[in-house]
Structures are given as structure tokens and as C-alpha cells.
């Protein structure tokens, strides 16, 4: 089982001159790793307690340009700092850099509070909540992105225009289409596993170019912390050995897209709480109530399943990603689907995500959910059977981000169980999304009407 750093340990490879720079990062409302790097020997004398950023942060937009409208920070209020505390238990090696070493940070305010709409205190919030009920929630997120031949660079200068994926072909679980991108796939693997990470396994996805990656199932802010690291780490390998990697969710209107599929089941002691073995299926009461909020809440929560424009372009019949908010066996047209049942790995796994999504609020607003549904003991409807995109009786998932804005912003739900200020704040970045987009003229509108109109 591969393992991270203590700080002795730490020491003891600064010390030794094998580690000289420490990455000190804090995870940003886009889930990217935003932060500092450290000459190894200040932060293991000095910096390991604490540094400071920038509070805009955590109130841009994934061009880290400033909007109005944020309560937490402004220009009127003259964007003071935040403080990065470094989570000692997250110390790891950074294999694919040289001498490099990676830490996860808190964000506080000057009073040492958390900052409420931190995506990692947004998840620590609902884990703590879940403790309190005597569960532990374990999680495994599946990592799905497209691979291309040329470089970030290249595809930049060319307008984003003619992209030519690593592979000519559908390489879905195809060995010896992905034997041609082991190059780089082989190295992301191994780079994580020894970064600490318990890396599963890659294959090749349903399009040409299109990679998986799986990480072991582990406890709710272990499994959020291995996507964020491991979603960097693609990009940056992918980098160095000159291709672009992308988790935009749809890159191409007649390509599939690239979802973020989240399994997730709840523990107490090591017993699985979602097995009855007495059932037809093997679900426990609690496994049907958590279920129940699942889907019921699944409109009020789909922004941070799909927080851009693009995101919603991923939903549509016939290419794997649901359109509808219900739960199926073992199927996967259905935007939840049962897994394992019967068996001690009886789980659930929500499909709706994108690959653009942000783990930890991802994880969080689902678990919230969850525990709406055990609270309130929710009854879970029976499954939906046959190809669930004609089922004409079952919830719809939102279809564009405006109308998840509007479900965000007027969620009673999402209001009660993270609180008026981070729904605001979150509700404020989907505005702004979308004000960006309407000031565009597209490509498409200048070739549909330039001649016609």
C-alpha cells in the first residue's frame, strides 16, 4: 500500500537534500491547486505552520479574472488575504518533479476560522455531520479525460481549432490501442502510486483518445484529495512528455464526453452499512433513505456536478451520460445506478458528474443529501428497468447551467445544510459563468447566419 510523508520524514529528506521544494496548495472553487512553492528548509523550519494568499482565490472565475458580486471579497474591500494551514497528514513526494515534495492546506481566516466556502471545509462540514450519525462515508471518483497528439501549446496557438486526439479510434477497454499511449499513461500511474495514492487502474474509454483512471475507494476527504492531485498530475505529465490532457466535459459536439462518475457507501466500525443481505438487492433501510435524498435533491445540487456552460453539452441520449434523476440496477443509462448488489461492495454510484466537477463539493453536497434522506427516513421509489432515456415519467437533470443556477439559488435544501453565504457565493460563480458566456459571439452563429441571416 503505498503511503505519504510524515513530517519527520520530511525533515529527514530535506535534511538529505532529496527534497528542496515543497508545493504548499490550497484547492481553489474550480478544484485546481492553487498556491506557493517553498525552498524545502524554510518550510520544515518556519512555513510548515502556516502562509498567507490572496482571499480572491477563492472568488474568480477559471480565467482568475475578479467579478463583482462576491460578499467574501471585493475591490471595495480591498482583497486581503487569507491563511493556508498546511494539513501535515497530506505531506507527499511529487514524483514527476525532481526534488519536489506536495502538502494540502486548510484556508482560515485571521481568526482561525474556516473559510465557509473553501471547497475542503464544505466537505469537512458534512463528514462531521456524518460522524455525528456514527457513519464514516467512503468514495471512489472515476477520472475521465482526453488525451491529444500535440502539445497544450501548439493546440493553444492553432485556436483550438483542428485537435487531433492521441488515438484514431474508439479505444474502450481496447489494450492495444492504450499499449500506444502507455508512454503516458504508464507514468501516471506509477508517478501517483508513489506519490501515495492507491491507484487502481487506466484503461481506454468509450472515444478515440479518451483515458480512465481509478483510484481505490477511500474515505470521503482521502478520495477528494486523490482526484484533485490526480487530476493535476495527468496534466502536467501529459505535459512533459508534449500532449495536452483536457477534463473538459465536451471538447467535440459528435465525440461522447468525459464524466466524473462518484461511487459512494457508508461504514460504521468496518461493517458495510449499506449491506442486508436479507434484502432482494442487499440494501440496507439506511442504503434506501440515503438513496432517496440522493435523488430528490439531485436538481437543487447539479451545479457542482456541472458547474460550466460546457458541462451541460455532455448530457444526451444514447452516449452514456444520464438525463434523468433516477436510480437503476446495474445499468447505466440511469443517472444513479446500483452496483454490487448483494455483496459487501454494495454501493451506489452517481453518473451525472462531469470531469470538470469539484470533488470535494461534489462529495459534499451528495453526502448532504444522503443525510437528508436518513434524517427524514425518505422512501427510495422502485428502480427504473430497460434504456432509461425513454422513460418519460422520471425526473429530468437539469438541462443548462442557467437552470441549475436558479435550482442552486432558490434550494431550501442546499440553504439549511451549507448555509445562506456559501449558496450565495457558489450561486454568484454560476451568475458570472453566465455572463461571461452571453458576451461571446460563437463560431457557430457567424457561420449559421453571416451569409443568411
Not at 460578499?71 to 501535515?88: C, E, F, I, N, R
Not at 445540487?301 to 456541472?306: D, S, V
Not at 466537477?357 to 430497460?386: C, F, H, R, W
Request: charged fraction near 25%; charge should be negative.
Amino acid at each position: 500500500m503505498p503511503r505519504t510523508l510524515s513530517f519527520d520524514d520530511l525533515k529527514t529528506a530535506v535534511a538529505e537534500g532529496t527534497i528542496d521544494t515543497v508545493l504548499v496548495c490550497l484547492v481553489d472553487m474550480q478544484g485546481r491547486l492553487m498556491g506557493k512553492r517553498f525552498h524545502a528548509v524554510n518550510f520544515v523550519e518556519t512555513s510548515f505552520n502556516e502562509t498567507h494568499c490572496c482571499n480572491y482565490l477563492l472568488a474568480t472565475d477559471i480565467e482568475m479574472a475578479t467579478p463583482d458580486g462576491f460578499a467574501s471579497t471585493s475591490w471595495q474591500s480591498g482583497y486581503g488575504d487569507y491563511v493556508m494551514k498546511p494539513d501535515l497528514e497530506t505531506i507527499r513526494p511529487v514524483p514527476w518533479l525532481e526534488g519536489t515534495a506536495m502538502v494540502l492546506c486548510d484556508v482560515l481566516d485571521h481568526h482561525n476560522h474556516p473559510v465557509p466556502h473553501s471547497p475542503r471545509a464544505i466537505l469537512k462540514k458534512q463528514i462531521a455531520r456524518l460522524a455525528e450519525l456514527g457513519f464514516e462515508a467512503m468514495m471512489a471518483t472515476e477520472l475521465e479525460f482526453f488525451l491529444f497528439a500535440d502539445s497544450l501549446d501548439k493546440i493553444r496557438e492553432g485556436g483550438f481549432r483542428e485537435l487531433t486526439p492521441i488515438s484514431g479510434y474508439n479505444e474502450d477497454y481496447h489494450i492495444f490501442q492504450t499499449t500506444k499511449e502507455e508512454n503516458v499513461m504508464r507514468p501516471i500511474r506509477n508517478h501517483l502510486y508513489a506519490a501515495g495514492l492507491p491507484i487502481e487502474n487506466s484503461k481506454g474509454e468509450a472515444e478515440a483518445g479518451q483515458e480512465e483512471l481509478n483510484i481505490r475507494y477511500s474515505p470521503a476527504l482521502d478520495c477528494a484529495d486523490y482526484h484533485t492531485i490526480a487530476k493535476h498530475a495527468v496534466k502536467e505529465i501529459a505535459w512533459q512528455h508534449g500532449h495536452a490532457a483536457t477534463f473538459l466535459p465536451k471538447w467535440h459536439r459528435d465525440r461522447v464526453g468525459s464524466s466524473s462518475h462518484v461511487h459512494q457507501s457508508l461504514w460504521k466500525d468496518g461493517t458495510p452499512m449499506f449491506l442486508n443481505k436479507d434484502d432482494d438487492l442487499g440494501m440496507s433501510e439506511l442504503m434506501k433513505n440515503y438513496m432517496a435524498g440522493l435523488i430528490a435533491f439531485a436538481p437543487d445540487y447539479t451545479y457542482f456536478l456541472a458547474p460550466y456552460v460546457n458541462s451541460y453539452k455532455r448530457f444526451a441520449k444514447g452516449t452514456f451520460a444520464p438525463t434523468k434523476t433516477v436510480w437503476s440496477v446495474d445499468n447505466r443509462t440511469a443517472g444513479f445506478r446500483l452496483c454490487g448488489a448483494g455483496t459487501k461492495g454494495v454501493r451506489v454510484e452517481c453518473r451525472i458528474g462531469g470531469s470538470d466537477l469539484n470533488p470535494y463539493l461534489a462529495q459534499a453536497v451528495m453526502l448532504a443529501a444522503g443525510i437528508k434522506g436518513i434524517e427524514d427516513k425518505m422512501t427510495l421509489a422502485a428502480p427504473s428497468k430497460g434504456d432509461v432515456y425513454d422513460d418519460a415519467k422520471a425526473g429530468d437533470i437539469p438541462q443548462t447551467l442557467r437552470a441549475a443556477c436558479e435550482n442552486l439559488r432558490g434550494s431550501a435544501f442546499l440553504r439549511e445544510v451549507l448555509g445562506d453565504d456559501v449558496v450565495d457565493h457558489y450561486t454568484r460563480s454560476a451568475e458570472w459563468e453566465l455572463e461571461e458566456f452571453d458576451r461571446v459571439v460563437t463560431d457557430w452563429e457567424i457561420a449559421r447566419g453571416f451569409e443568411r441571416a
